[in-house]
C-alpha cells in the first residue's frame, strides 16, 4: 500500500472512530461499561470479529442504502493493542457500497459513523480502519 494511502486511511480511521464514539445509540446495553469511557462507547475489535458472518446494514447521508456481510475482523499488523487497532473487512451485498462514510448498523451494536473503502480493484470486499495507535 502506497504511503499517502496509508496515511489517508489511518486519518479517516480515527475520524470514523471519533465520530463513531459519539453516537452510542442503544448499543451501550451491549457493552459492559468496564469498556465504555465518559459516556462514550469505543468500538472495539472483538465486538465486531463475534459478529463474523452476520449482515450489517448501511445508509449513506444521500440517502442511498446497502448492506455487507462481515468478513472478519483483524488487528492491524504492527499495532501495540489489536483489540482497539484493527480492519473490518465486509462483503457487500450489491454495488452501492463506496468510498465514504456511512451509518453502519447492526442489532447489537447500534447505529455508527464508519469510514469504508474498496478492499479490492474489484469492489468485491470492502474495509474499515481502526487505528488508535498514540506515538
Do not use: Y
Not at 496509508?6 to 453516537?23: E, I, P, Q, V
Not at 472483538?46 to 468478513?71: D, I, K, N, Q, Y
Request: glycine letters at 8%.
Amino acid at each position: 500500500m502506497n504511503r499517502e494511502r496509508r496515511t489517508f486511511l489511518k486519518a479517516a480511521g480515527m475520524a470514523s472512530t471519533a465520530a463513531a464514539s459519539a453516537a452510542m445509540g442503544h448499543a451501550a446495553a451491549a457493552i459492559p461499561a468496564s469498556q465504555q469511557q465518559l459516556g462514550t462507547m469505543t468500538l472495539l475489535r472483538s465486538h465486531f470479529a463475534r459478529l463474523a458472518g452476520e449482515g450489517f446494514t448501511f445508509l449513506h447521508p444521500s440517502g442511498v442504502r446497502g448492506s455487507a456481510t462481515l468478513l472478519h475482523a483483524h488487528p492491524l499488523e504492527g499495532a501495540e493493542d489489536g483489540e482497539r487497532s484493527f480492519r473490518l473487512v465486509f462483503a457487500p451485498n450489491d454495488s452501492s457500497l463506496s468510498q465514504d462514510t456511512w451509518e453502519v448498523s447492526h442489532p447489537a451494536l447500534g447505529t455508527h459513523a464508519i469510514f469504508v473503502s474498496p478492499n479490492d480493484a474489484q469492489g468485491q470486499k470492502i474495509e474499515a480502519i481502526f487505528n488508535r495507535h498514540q506515538p
